[in-house]
Nanobody, 116 residues
Framework: QVQLVESGGGLVQAGGSLRLSCTAS????????MYWYRQAPGKQREMVAQ????????IHERSMEGRTTISWPGARNMMYLQMNSLKPEDTAVYYCNADDPINRYWGQGTQVTVSS
């Protein structure tokens, strides 16, 4: 089992930056991939970015390409989402997600609010 806890959300002005953190505990060395998702009010949850245990990254949300970096350093217990040039449409609850060969795990989410 793995537990995920997000942090780093908050209120930021448009054009600002935030770094979200995901703290993983438990059997973290079983994890294959980690992800960031987000869910805006009234919208479906969408995948923002993915990183594999080998370090390959994909930014799935096209609107965030070029201003978002996902990282999962060697200690494996922390994963990050660096977001720059934030826009009001980036306002959402951001969720950390991870998978191992059997299960999918979710954090509780962290709110990001971007004011115009």
């Amino acid at each position: 089992q793995v537990q995920l806890v997000e942090s780093g959300g908050g209120l930021v002005q448009a054009g600002g930056s935030l770094r979200l953190s995901c703290t993983a505990s438990g059997n973290i060395f079983s994890l294959n991939n980690m992800y960031w998702y987000r869910q805006a009010p009234g919208k479906q949850r969408e995948m923002v970015a993915q990183i594999t245990s080998g370090g390959s990254t994909i930014i799935h949300e096209r609107s965030m390409e070029g201003r978002t970096t996902i990282s999962w350093p060697g200690a494996r217990n922390m994963m990050y989402l660096q977001m720059n040039s934030l826009k009001p449409e980036d306002t959402a609850v951001y969720y950390c997600n991870a998978d191992d060969p059997i299960n999918r795990y979710w954090g509780q989410g962290t709110q990001v609010t971007v004011s115009s």
